[in-house]
């Protein structure tokens, strides 16, 4: 896969999972915005893709904040001129007794694991359908399908995430997939 020339932003990529798909993009050619609310992990992130012949820069967003993840996609768009790669990976989870779960615990879960990834696809999507051409790749939790130990009510973007989002911009040739 040659990814020259394409311009991805890989949220939750200060670490783990995100970290290495930043990482995999640029090895392909991508331009990689290293978007996480670990202001330092993004930076050390984006030094490590630069110091192996990559391009990345890294961006502090908290996506449970739509305002904020515009703006980062408009930096991204102002430095690079588009975006066609969304890999929407933050997200958050505490291993807990579901008995022992909190209204505010539910809130801050859906706000990371569901509002997030859509807060996220909503500000890219102007600029891939404009473009024709975008990927929208959300990583979820096997958990939100077949239930976990201590994880009754967390990782549920699967299970929460509509098709609608990834059906109605297809025919301007963007596509996705959870």
Request: positive net charge.
């Amino acid at each position: 896969m040659t990814l020259g020339g394409r311009v991805a932003i890989v949220t939750g990529a200060a670490s783990g999972i995100g970290r290495a798909i930043a990482g995999a993009l640029a090895r392909a050619g991508a331009r990689v915005a290293v978007a996480d609310l670990n202001e330092a992990g993004g930076l050390e992130a984006a030094r490590q893709i630069e110091k192996d012949g990559g391009a990345a820069a890294a961006w502090r967003v908290d996506i449970t904040d739509a305002a904020a993840v515009a703006a980062m996609v408009e930096r991204v768009v102002a430095r690079w001129g588009m975006v066609h790669i969304l890999v929407n990976n933050a997200g958050w989870d505490r291993p807990i007794p579901f008995v022992e779960t909190t209204p505010d615990f539910w809130d801050r879960i859906l706000a990371i694991n569901l509002r997030g990834p859509i807060a996220c696809t909503h500000a890219v999507l102007p600029h891939m359908i404009r473009q024709a051409y975008g990927k929208i790749v959300s990583i979820a939790s096997d958990a939100g399908r077949v239930g976990s130990t201590g994880e009754a009510s967390t990782r549920r973007r699967r299970a929460g995430s509509s098709r609608s989002p990834r059906r109605s911009p297809a025919k301007w040739r963007v596509t996705g997939s959870t």
